[in-house]
C-alpha cells in the first residue's frame, strides 16, 4: 500500500531554517508529480509546493516563493522540502502527499489521494 512517511519537523526561531523529508513506497514514485502542504490550527490545507515527475519543474505559493525549495531523489523515493528564513507565520502541521496525476498543473488539494502523517513546525518570534 502507498506510504508516505515524513521527518524533519521541529521548533525554531524565526529567520532560522529546517528542511523536512518525506521517504514513499508502495507505488512507483517517479511517475507522479509530489507536493507539500501545511495546515495551522483552524485554517484550510494549503498547499506550499510541487514539484514534476523529473524535478524539473516546480511551483510555490506567494506566501513561501524565494524562501523555500521543494526537491526529489527518484531514487531514493525521497521528497524534501528546504525551509529558510522562517517566520511564525510558517508554524504549522506539514504534509507532503502524492498527486493523482504525473503533471503538477494542478496542484490543490483535491489533486492528490495519499497524504502522510504530518511533521510539527514551530517557529517563535
Known amino acids: 500500500q502507498v506510504q508516505l512517511v515524513e521527518s524533519g519537523g521541529g521548533s525554531v526561531q524565526a529567520g532560522g531554517s529546517l528542511r523536512l523529508s518525506c521517504v514513499a513506497s508502495?507505488?512507483?514514485?517517479?511517475?507522479?508529480?509530489m507536493g507539500w502542504f501545511r495546515q495551522a490550527p483552524g485554517k484550510e490545507r494549503e498547499g506550499i509546493a510541487a514539484i514534476s515527475v523529473g524535478g524539473g519543474r516546480t511551483h510555490y505559493a506567494d506566501s513561501v516563493k524565494g524562501r523555500f525549495t521543494i526537491s526529489r531523489d527518484n531514487t531514493k523515493n525521497t521528497l524534501r522540502l528546504q525551509m529558510n528564513i522562517l517566520e511564525p507565520e510558517d508554524t504549522a502541521v506539514y504534509y507532503c502527499a502524492k498527486s493523482k496525476f504525473i503533471s503538477c498543473d494542478g496542484w490543490g488539494p483535491a489533486d492528490f489521494d495519499y497524504w502522510g502523517q504530518g511533521t510539527q513546525v514551530t517557529v517563535s518570534s
Open positions: 508502495g507505488y512507483i514514485y517517479s511517475d507522479y508529480c
